[in-house]
């Protein structure tokens, strides 16, 4: 479903949880993330323990008003339910393809601004973050990727991506928010 419906028509390779929605008429990914040790620049409280990535989500048309709201919200529910060990959801909308999070804005998830994309567009019409590049080739060099791909293009600071997080405790919330 991930490859039919969402935009980037690739799973998350290191997805920690998938959730289906509805039997076919949605799906949830959570995942770790690219460069785990580096979110502790997003807040100091954030370490490689205690938080996981809001990486895919794609909701039918069919479903009721608000269902992407009540979706997340049951998600975080069952988070902090199964998982303790999980206080932070970091989550992204890609400006690229026009998402601003909205979704995130409405379900009072922390509006951390935006970074520059990063991309690596193929020729195929995929788009490859440049830590995925590395693994794949062990090169980010562009000439070399230029050989590789032919017609590939780099997408850097041309669109932004905006990054959002999500605290599941209430007292880790008010040491974000004050940390700002």
Known sequence: MVIKYHYSHKTTKNRFKSFLINKDKGFMQLGYGIRPHMKHTISKLITKENYCEFDRMWLSDELPKNSESQCISLLLFYLKRSYPQIKFI?????????NTGII???????????V????????SGERVHPVSM?????????????????GIKHLKNTERQYRFLYVLNNGLRKKVLNAE
Do not use: C, E
């Open 134 to 150: 590395w693994h794949r080739h062990g090169t980010r060099a562009f000439g070399t990727l230029q050989k590789l791909y032919p």
């Open 116 to 123: 520059p994309v990063d991309f690596y567009l193929l020729p």
């Open 90 to 98: 970091i989550t992204y909308a890609d400006g690229s393809v026009g």
């Open 104 to 114: 995130y804005k409405a379900t009072n998830a922390i509006n951390l601004g935006d």
